[in-house]
Nanobody, 121 residues
Framework: HVQLVESGVGLVQPGGSLRLSCAAS????????MSWYRQDPGKERELVER???????NYADSVKGRFTISRDNAKNTVYLQMNSLKAEDTAVYYC???????????????WGQGTQVTVSS
């Protein structure tokens, strides 16, 4: 069993910054890609950023230059540094990790419970 737990719930003013963390625990042999998604009510969940185990990254156009994803493989943790926040960044943010529990298993996707980020004055 694998759990992903996010932290960093926040209310921040436009132009402000916030850092989210997501720690994976449980039956983990190796973690591949880790990602942050976000979802507004009534909309589909969208990919914000993804980082490979080797730290290759890809970003949604809407956050390029403002958000930075990073990871600590020793801690099984992924981070999302969000700067220059805008009202349209308001959403529930979800952490996702591709986890293999043993050497012989394929990666499986696991999700965090979601954390609310609100950007408002």
């Amino acid at each position: 069993h694998v759990q992903l737990v996010e932290s960093g719930v926040g209310l921040v003013q436009p132009g402000g910054s916030l850092r989210l963390s997501c720690a994976a625990s449980g039956s983990i042999f190796i973690i591949g890609d880790m990602s942050w998604y976000r979802q507004d009510p009534g909309k589909e969940r969208e990919l914000v950023e993804r980082i490979s185990r080797g730290s290759n990254t890809n970003y949604a156009d809407s956050v390029k230059g403002r958000f930075t994803i990073s990871r600590d493989n020793a801690k099984n943790t992924v981070y999302l540094q969000m700067n220059s926040l805008k009202a349209e960044d308001t959403a529930v943010y979800y952490c996702n990790g591709a986890v293999a529990s043993t050497l012989w298993e394929l990666y499986q996707d696991y999700w965090g419970q979601g954390t609310q980020v609100t950007v408002s004055s």
